[in-house]
């Protein structure tokens, strides 16, 4: 069973730029499909990222496409979340996630990850 760790998190300016990190630990973690999720105060949980465990494939919402890139070091068990050009609207608590299905995956569906982080807070101030 993995854990996740979140960090990186913090306050930042309009325009800068984070980079949040989700170490994992226990499992494998090369055999784990991996999504960034956020959840927006007053809002739901939304989809942000996802890259698939073998070719590395990404996707993105529409909202952080062209503003944050969504990698993984396997060898170092660690995802990671560039985000760039921050917006007061991307303020959230950011969550990683890992899920175990490999193949035909719902990247998008939060029920589709099996294990979560405890979350990391970004706020944007304008």
């Known amino acids: 069973q993995v854990q996740l760790i979140e960090s990186g998190g913090g306050l930042i300016q309009a325009g800068g730029s984070l980079r949040l990190s989700c170490a994992a630990t226990?499992?494998?973690?090369?055999?784990?499909?991996v999504g960034w999720f956020r959840h927006p105060p007053g809002k739901e949980r939304e989809f942000v990222a996802f890259?698939?465990?073998?070719?590395?494939?990404?996707n993105y919402a529409n909202s952080v496409k062209d503003r944050f890139t969504i990698s993984r070091d396997n060898i170092k068990n660690t995802a990671y979340l560039q985000m760039n050009n921050l917006q007061p609207e991307d303020t959230a608590v950011y969550y990683c996630?890992?899920?175990?299905?490999?193949?035909?995956?719902?990247?998008?569906?939060?029920?589709?990850?099996?294990?979560w982080g405890q979350g990391t807070q970004v706020t944007v101030s304008s």
């Open positions: 996630a890992a899920s175990e299905q490999l193949y035909r995956v719902t990247y998008f569906y939060p029920s589709t990850y099996d294990y």
């Open positions: 226990g499992g494998t973690f090369n055999r784990y499909n």
């Open positions: 890259i698939e465990w073998n070719s590395g494939s990404t």
